[in-house]
């Protein structure tokens, strides 16, 4: 089953992934990272990632990685 991890020490919270998501799995946390963005979060639901990675093509940071 395709997953993906989002490194959220990376992620800069630009929201470039949350509208590439074709399933709208993707969001914005509410929580602040290390750096002081909101990072992207990975919410898997009843809706399953297809393992598109057109989340990690859209990401200017390479905070995402797909494994499908």
């Known amino acids: 089953?395709?997953?993906i991890e989002i490194d959220?020490?990376?992620c800069k919270g630009c929201g470039l992934c949350t509208i590439a998501c074709?399933?709208?799995l993707i969001t914005l946390s509410e929580q602040i990272n290390?750096?002081?963005y909101?990072?992207?979060l990975f919410q898997?639901?009843?809706i399953k990632?297809?393992?598109c990675a057109l989340c990690a093509e859209m990401c200017p940071d390479v905070a995402?990685?797909?494994f499908k």
Request: hydrophobic content about 20%.
């Open 44 to 46: 898997e639901t009843e």
């Open 49 to 51: 990632c297809t393992g």
């Open 1 to 3: 089953m395709p997953t």
């Open 64 to 66: 995402i990685k797909v």
């Open 38 to 40: 909101t990072p992207a």
């Open 8 to 10: 959220e020490l990376r």
């Open 22 to 24: 074709p399933k709208k």
């Open 34 to 36: 290390n750096h002081g």
